[in-house]
């Protein structure tokens, strides 16, 4: 949906350097959710944060992977020390209401990255 | 077999033709969605079908529901070139989850 935003679209980056994602959710949207997507894959989930509050973070591998969603700007997806497993596209999906969480959430168009 | 998962994982048809992709699941559900993803693009919801249903339509689509077999299926009728495309369900558990569990999709091709 072209309400949830995601930059960069593409993201190449060497082994070991750092990845930082984000996620401009829609216009009156606090919620939002991080999924991966490897190749021939369906999505895997990561994360759901609050504005300000990681909710679950259940799908988070536990080192080197870290998200946040500040009181102001874009969530962030960052991704430390990058190796080539993590090439994937990684999807954020915004909602408005906890009610709305697995029926109304709109998804961005992805950032894939590239580890090389 | 995995929640959520599709057969077949390919499909190809001409043009105008049906077709037909299956999910299966293992664990009881609140909802069920089918998503579209074209190649490299993000995913467009297509249908939510709810446990307590049985079938929906949605212009060329129709979803039905057995929840006794955990299992649903999605027909696109009179397909189009432009239904070519990744086809994905997605199934939440509800109870407190809020997380959306995606099979590995269809891959749709439509020949022209």
């Known amino acids: 949906n072209a309400g949830v935003m995601q930059n960069p679209r593409h993201l190449v980056r060497r082994r070991g350097q750092e990845a930082r994602l984000r996620c401009s959710p829609m216009?009156?949207?606090?919620?939002v959710y991080w999924y991966r997507q490897l190749p021939e894959e369906g999505l895997k989930f990561m994360v759901y944060?609050?504005?300000?509050?990681?909710?679950?973070e259940s799908g988070m591998p536990k080192e080197r992977f870290s998200a946040e969603f500040p009181k102001e700007g874009p969530s962030i997806l960052r991704i430390q020390q990058v190796v080539r497993g993590d090439s994937a596209a990684y999807f954020c999906a915004s909602f408005g209401t906890v009610a709305q969480a697995n029926t109304e959430a709109f998804f961005g168009q992805g950032t894939r990255l590239t580890v090389v | 077999s995995q929640q959520g998962e599709e057969d077949p994982q390919a499909l190809s048809i001409q043009e105008g033709e049906n077709a037909t992709m299956n999910c299966s699941y293992k664990t009881s559900i609140n909802n069920l969605q089918w998503y579209r993803q074209n190649s490299g693009r993000g995913l467009v919801h297509l249908i939510l079908?709810?446990?307590?249903?049985r079938e929906k339509h949605s212009g060329r689509l129709r979803v039905t529901l057995d929840t006794s077999k955990k299992s649903s299926s999605l027909l696109i009728t009179a397909s189009r070139a432009a239904d070519t495309a990744s086809y994905f369900c997605a199934t939440d558990s509800g109870a407190g989850s809020y997380q959306l569990t995606f099979g590995k999709g269809t891959k749709l091709s439509v020949i022209p």
């Open positions: 216009k009156g949207h606090s919620h």
């Open positions: 079908i709810r446990s307590n249903e």
């Open positions: 944060l609050q504005k300000e509050n990681i909710i679950d």
